[in-house]
Antibody, heavy 118, light 107 residues
């Protein structure tokens, strides 16, 4: 069974970097597509980006050059880094695996709330 | 970016009632449309992919359809466990985008 688990700080100061880890069990991250999605207070959902089975990445242009998604295949983990955060980045962050590309996200982590505040 | 206009924003319906939620895509996305259900305190769950295909374990009272660039999710007989927020998502091209959500309650 595929399981995903996010981890990382729940509180980040403005202008600092947000770093999250997604640990995956039951499936290799060298297959399929792995994404980060966030849900803002008020229920808006935003796809942030993904890393593919080959290590290629795709990012939401709205995040410009602030975002980076990387991976460690030896630990079966992938990572999110979001730089220069503001209070607007306060959200619940989810990691997820595509069912198949173009077919939505079939497996999700439980989500982690990240608050940006001084 | 492709915009997904979802309606209604909220919906209150009776048990056993038929419920329909719609999403209008701002351009052609073919059949690359997914629906999710998010129950309170839980992660989103994939209900429908490829516009009409039911994800594993999803009850058959859920169904998806398409007319042009309008997509619909139908719950044929509303049950108590169906309460939550429903989202559509286009998976045609990046950036993948979501509808604004529909909060479903029992009347």
């Amino acid at each position: 069974e595929v399981q995903l688990q996010e981890s990382g700080p729940g509180l980040v100061k403005p202008s600092q970097s947000l770093s999250l880890t997604c640990s995956v069990t039951g499936y290799s991250i060298t297959s399929n597509y792995w994404g980060w999605i966030r849900k803002f207070p008020g229920n808006k959902m935003e796809w942030m980006g993904y890393i593919s089975y080959s290590g290629s990445t795709s990012y939401n242009p709205s995040l410009k050059s602030r975002i980076s998604i990387t991976r460690d295949t030896s630990k079966n983990q992938f990572f999110l880094q979001l730089n220069s955060v503001t209070t607007e980045d306060t959200a619940t962050y989810y990691c997820a695996r595509c069912y198949r590309y173009n077919l939505g996200f079939a497996y999700w982590g439980q989500g982690t709330l990240v608050t940006v505040s001084s | 970016d492709i915009q997904m206009t979802q309606s209604p924003a909220s919906l209150s319906a009776s048990l056993e009632e038929i419920v329909t939620i719609t999403c209008q895509a701002s351009q052609n996305i073919g059949n690359w449309l997914a629906w999710y259900q998010q129950k309170p305190g839980k992660s989103p769950q994939l209900l429908i992919y490829g516009t009409t295909s039911l994800a594993d374990g999803v009850p058959s009272r859920f169904s998806g359809s398409r007319s042009g660039t309008q997509y619909s999710l139908k719950i044929s007989r509303l049950q108590v466990e169906d309460i939550g927020i429903y989202y559509c998502q286009q998976a045609s091209s990046t950036p993948f985008t979501f509808g604004s959500g529909t909060k479903l309650e029992i009347k």
